[in-house]
């Protein structure tokens, strides 16, 4: 029977100088999304990508690649991957296109029509018979993708992959990225640029000294916190403040320039508070509303921004 999950983490723990770096981890990437890791610098993302790719070995737990066991099975796992963990490595004084050869000649079934096919795809044709040591970082990031793909991986592995790329570098990958998992490839991307995961991601699981704290869709983690709503009225804010105090006293308002902020969850709760502040006089005119993004989530989830929270697992 084939597995949903392309990637499978089964209570994994990497142990190192008497303490969990990883602490009994667990999560699966399905097929076709972009799954992203979530966590301050120390929080075990590196460390559980080296283990997933093999390049160190875990201290307990399972590490599955298409229902291959990467300690029974580690040579059929990692045909399954292609992976950059942290910068990719070429060589400089060869073209870009000689780079991808020499890989190929390591990769069985690589063919020079799957090298001009994966060239095509991160759009390097003009530049791909120029020495690598031209490139701009964008460039040498798309190369880089373009060398993990050349062996049609079902899942890719992506280490800070927008670590000093410009806009539209990042823009650019993203759209990579999301071509990719549409055709089927699994994507895991460790980052600490929340926004851009925010755009990036399907899911993301959150990860907090070793430990997993949240995992669930992008969506999810953003749409459930409370909204902030701006509301921009004539009138004193003070008065506003504490009318809101009086007839809404679960709610916490906040004044700001010309504006009353209030957290909302509902349309109707908006509705309710506009209507008691235009009844008692207030000239209302303008609400905008204010979602809190992926890192004041984040800030929240960690506990730097709020209080930590228990673990919660998602849209699995």
């Given at each position: ?13 990497k142990?190192m ?8 981890l ?15 610098n ?25 229902g291959?066991?990467?300690?029974k ?10 992976a ?37 795809l991160?759009?390097?044709?003009q ?33 800070e ?11 650019d ?52 916190a ?34 009353l ?46 209080d ?8 699995q």
């Amino acid at each position: 029977m084939e597995t949903v999950h392309t990637l499978e983490l089964k209570e994994v723990t990497k142990k190192m100088k008497g303490e969990n770096v990883v602490n009994h981890l667990s999560f699966g990437v399905r097929k076709g999304e972009i799954f992203g890791l979530l966590g301050p610098n120390g929080a075990g993302k590196t460390t559980t990508i080296r283990m997933i790719v093999g390049l160190i070995s875990m201290s307990g737990g399972e590490i599955l690649v298409n229902g291959l066991d990467i300690r029974k099975n580690y040579e059929k796992a990692m045909e399954q991957i292609g992976a950059i963990v942290e910068n990719p490595q070429m060589y400089d004084y060869l073209t870009g296109y000689k780079n991808l050869m020499q890989y190929a000649r390591i990769m069985p079934g690589v063919t020079r029509e799957r090298i001009d096919e994966v060239v095509k795809l991160v759009e390097l044709e003009q530049a791909i018979h120029k020495k690598v040591k031209t490139y701009s970082l964008g460039m040498r990031q798309r190369l880089g993708v373009a060398q993990a793909l050349l062996h049609r991986p079902s899942l890719l592995i992506l280490d800070e992959p927008t670590n000093g790329l410009d806009p539209q570098g990042m823009h650019d990958l993203r759209n990579y990225l999301r071509l990719l998992a549409d055709q089927g490839t699994s994507i895991v991307v460790s980052s600490h640029i929340l926004a851009e995961m925010e755009l990036m991601c399907d899911r993301v699981a959150v990860i907090q000294n070793g430990k997993l704290i949240r995992i669930d869709n992008v969506t999810n983690v953003t749409d459930q916190a409370q909204a902030r709503v701006h509301f921009l009225l004539q009138g004193s804010l003070n008065d506003a403040k504490s009318l809101l105090a009086e007839h809404f006293p679960e709610k916490t308002a906040e004044v700001s320039d010309k504006e009353l902020i209030v957290e909302a969850n509902t349309t109707q709760e908006i509705g309710d508070i506009n209507k008691r502040l235009v009844e008692a006089g207030f000239l209302v005119y303008g609400i905008q509303l204010k979602k809190k993004t992926l890192e004041e989530r984040f800030l929240e989830m960690t506990g730097k921004g709020g209080d930590l929270n228990e673990v919660s697992v998602a849209g699995q």
